[in-house]
C-alpha cells in the first residue's frame, strides 16, 4: 500500500468515499487522479466540462499523507454498503450498470479506474449528457483518444476494460442505439471470457485486486446486459444467450458477497425469460414471469417502485397481445400511475398512449383520442432530444389522425396529419430530400385523401403531383435520399408502424386499428 502512486491513492480514497456515500467528495479525488495523471486533455469539451478548472490544495497532498487518510478510510467503511439506488430509476430494468466503486494499485489502472469511477457518480447525478459519459469512459480505456495522449493499455487490468465496454453498452442501450450496445457487450463479454481462459482471473474467486469482488456479479452483469439487448435486436441466437444467463444465475448459491447479486439473479431467472417468452409469443408463460417477478419486486422494492411500474407496463403489453383489453387497461394505468407519482412524464406519455392505444381496439374513440392528447400534452413539456422521442410522437399523432378519421372530424384529421409531415420532414433534413422519403410520401398521400373528402380537390391535386414529381421512376418503394440511419427508421417505425393510409377515395370507410 505504501508503495501506490499517487494517482491510485487518490482513486481508491474516492472509490472508499463513495461506498461511504459522499459522492462530492469523492469526485475530488477522483479528479485529483485523473489531473495527477496528466493526460486528461482539455481540448476534449466532453471531458472538459467533467473537470472542474481547479483542483483543491488540500486534495493534492503527498503521498504518506494519503497514505495514511487511505488506511483510516479502509477501518472505517469495511461495513458499509454501497448502494446506488439512483441508478434502479435511471437504468431500465433487465439491465445492468456497474454499480461497485473500484480500487486499483497501479497508475496505468488508476486512470480506468478513475474513469469508471467520476462517470459513475456523474450518471447518478443525472445532469449530464449520456454523451459526455460514453466520453469519459471511452477516454479511460484509450478509446479515440488524441495523438498526443500516450496511454499504454498493454498492463491496464482487462477487466476494467469489460466494464467500461459494458457501462458504455448501457449508455447506448439509453439512447436506443442498440447495434452499437450489442458491441460492447459482446466485447465486455469476450474480454472476460479470454481473462478467465488465459488464467488472468478466475471464475471461482473474487476479482484480484484491492476491490476484491465477487466474480458472480461481475459475469452476471456481462450476461445479462448481452441478452437483455439480444431479445431487443431480435438476435438469432437471443435463445441461446438467455439459456447462457439462466444456467449462470441458477448456479449462483451465495448472494451475500455483494447485495446487487441477488437482484440480478431474481430478474435473470423471471424478467428475461417473460421478454424472450413474449418475443416468441408464448404469452401465456410470458405473463407468468412478469406476475411472478412482480410479486417479488413490490417485496423487495414497494408498490410504488419504478420496477413494478415497469413489469406492470410488460403485464399489459402481454395482455394487449391477447386481446384481454379490460386486464390490460388495469395494468397500464397502474403503471402510470407509478410514474406519475415517482414525476416521470415520458413514461407517462408512453403508458397514457398505451392506455389510449387499448381504447382504440375497443372502439371506444372518444376514450382513445383523450388518452393520446394527453400524451401527447406531456410530449410538448419535455424538448425532444433524440430520434427516438420524435418517432414515438410521430406515432401518436398518426394515431389521432386515425380517430379523428373515423369519428368524421377530418379537419382535425388534416391538422393532425400536416403535424406529423412537419416532424417527418424536419427529421429527415426537409425540402427535397423530405419529399422523397417513403414515409413523408405516404403521409403526403394520406392529406391528398383527407383533401379529396373535404371537396378540396385543387389542394389534393398539387400534393399528388408533389408525390409524382418526387417519384419519377414510378416505384413507390424506392430508396429515399434520407440519411442511413434514418432508412432503419423508416423501416421499423414509420412504415411498419405508422404509415397505413387512413380512407378511401369517395368517402368509403373501413376502422382501423391502433398502431403498434
Known sequence: MNNFPKTALQNNIGALMLLKNSPSAAKERLYASIATNGIMSSSNKSLADLMPETICPKIDADPPGLVWFYKKLLREVSHCNPRNDELEVRVPLGLEYFHHPIQVRGSNDARTAAGINLALICFREAKHEIDDLINLLKWSIGLDVEESDNFDTTDVDPMLFAIAHSNIGVLRFMQHNMRAAMQNFIQANSILTKSIATGFHSADHPWSGITNLSMDYVQLTFILNHARTAIETDNDHSEQYCNDLFSTATAIRCCKSFYRIKWLVIVSTYYIPGLQHQNEEHFNRAFECYNTLLSIARKEWGHGHVHAAAILEKKGSVQFEQKRYQNALMSYLASWKVYQHAGYPLDESRLLYAIGRTLHDKEEFADALSMYNKSI???????????????????????????????????????????????????????????????????????????????????????????????????????????????DVDTNAFAVRAAERLGNLGGRFKSHAAAA
Open 377 to 487: 400534452a406531456l410530449r410538448e413539456q419535455i424538448e425532444h432530444t433524440s430520434k427516438r422521442m420524435t418517432i414515438d410522437t410521430i406515432q401518436i399523432l398518426c394515431n389521432i389522425c386515425r380517430v379523428h378519421h373515423i369519428m368524421g372530424d377530418l379537419q382535425k384529421a388534416l391538422e393532425a396529419n400536416q403535424h406529423i409531415m412537419r416532424l417527418a420532414s424536419d427529421m429527415v433534413g426537409g425540402g427535397e430530400t423530405a419529399s422523397s422519403h417513403a414515409f413523408v410520401r405516404n403521409r403526403m398521400m394520406v392529406l391528398g385523401n383527407l383533401y379529396v373528402e373535404t371537396g378540396r380537390l385543387t389542394d389534393a391535386m398539387d400534393i399528388f403531383s408533389q408525390v409524382a414529381r418526387s417519384n419519377r421512376d414510378g416505384d413507390w418503394m424506392v430508396t429515399s435520399h434520407a440519411r442511413p440511419e434514418i432508412e
